[in-house]
């Protein structure tokens, strides 16, 4: 799923930018909450890589410290493959591990893209990339400076630059917070069920997947459970650090 939207029609864009912007609180508030979700499903996608590993805890250990930057990181959560027999778990995690990416790409683009407003774009802000950006002054640069471009190429680099602008909306944001709430969830879920060592507990929490809305659309419709799930000692499980 892509949190935003991009810009088709227009071939004009007038925007604020640095502290000139105009940003609801709320859209502050929900940024940050996402970046947070962020960094503790990561937390969470790293402790269940762990307890997958088994006896093989070095292994593990190096695979994470081989990807110390955000990217790299990233990359190796995208490429673990959770190798288990129990189909609920496995389409449990690759499901949630999907949805982060796109999470995560949001991510990004706050952290990292240049913030603007535009009074044409309530309860929005548009984002940039700096090398857009670049690309766009160079054209003009060259416009202004030497005789290789012309009025035309102007336009159509302007046309280019908007066309990459990315508008994301309150909505959005409300949207990929949910999404990313899910995610957590489910990774916090498969972490539980790691640790685990009743087998009935065990059973009862990967039947969580079954009943919870929010995941059992991913299974068949004999498999999906309408009976509430009893974890008795799931209160007494957590996440050492």
């Not at 604020?16 to 940024?31: D, N, R, W």
């Not at 950006?133 to 003009?140: G, P």
């Not at 990315?166 to 949207?175: F, W, Y």
């Not at 060592?197 to 997947?209: G, I, N, Y």
Request: glycine share 2%.
């Amino acid at each position: 799923m892509t949190y935003y939207k991009n810009l088709k029609s227009e071939t004009s864009l007038n925007t604020k930018s640095g502290t000139a912007i105009v940003v609801s609180q709320e859209f502050y508030l929900l940024s940050a909450l996402l970046v947070s979700r962020c960094s503790y499903i990561q937390s969470a996608i790293q402790n269940i890589i762990f307890k997958s590993h088994g006896l093989k805890i070095d292994e593990a250990k190096v695979a994470l410290l081989d990807a110390p930057s955000p990217k790299a990181r990233l990359q190796l959560l995208q490429s673990f493959t959770y190798e288990n027999d129990d189909h609920i778990i496995t389409k449990a995690f690759a499901y949630a591990q999907t949805q982060f990416t796109d999470i995560y790409n949001l991510r990004n683009i706050l952290a990292h893209e240049t913030w603007m407003t535009s009074e044409f774009h309530p309860n929005s802000v548009l984002f940039s990339k700096m090398a857009k950006q670049a690309q766009l002054q160079h054209s003009k640069e060259k416009f202004k400076k030497t005789d290789e471009l012309n009025s035309k190429d102007i336009y159509n680099s302007i046309l280019r630059y908007i066309r990459s602008v990315k508008v994301v909306s309150t909505e959005d944001l409300q949207q990929a917070l949910a999404d990313a709430d899910r995610c957590a969830w489910i990774m916090m879920q498969i972490g539980f069920i790691l640790e685990e060592l009743d087998e009935v507990q065990k059973s009862e929490m990967k039947r969580a997947f079954l009943v919870f809305k929010g995941t059992n659309h991913l299974f068949d419709k004999k498999e999906i459970s309408k009976n509430n799930v009893n974890v008795k000692r799931m209160n007494k499980k957590s996440i050492n650090h």
